[in-house]
């Protein structure tokens, strides 16, 4: 399902990938793909961010353990403009994982 809505979002058919991507987490929300392309398609397609980061938390409440959803909340709330709540997303990764790159460089761009 997962694949197909990449299919319908590739072809700009976007309400048909939404539904697939629902459907694929509906089937499987252990699989943070479906998650990732869903609120990508929302943050950066169709510009709803509200949706996007719902999404992304919807994941990380399936997933707690997975660094890149984190990663990506950050820079969903960056984004939008919210840099003291991406900040705190970034710092949540980094608290797991000292070393994680692209939290780090998420706090960089926040303190340039």
Do not use: C, F, W
């Amino acid at each position: 399902m997962n694949n197909l809505g990449n299919v319908y979002r590739d072809l700009g058919t976007y309400g048909k990938a939404l539904q697939a991507y629902q459907r694929s987490i509906a089937l499987d929300s252990k699989s943070a793909n479906a998650y990732v392309n869903l609120a990508n398609l929302y943050n950066y397609t169709l510009h709803q961010s509200a949706l996007g980061i719902k999404t992304i938390q919807e994941a990380r409440r399936n997933l707690p353990d997975d660094p890149d959803l984190g990663v990506l909340l950050g820079i969903a709330y960056e984004q939008t403009g919210n840099k003291a709540t991406a900040r705190a997303a970034y710092e949540a990764v980094l608290k797991k994982d000292p070393r994680n790159a692209a939290a780090t460089a998420g706090m960089k761009r926040l303190k340039a």
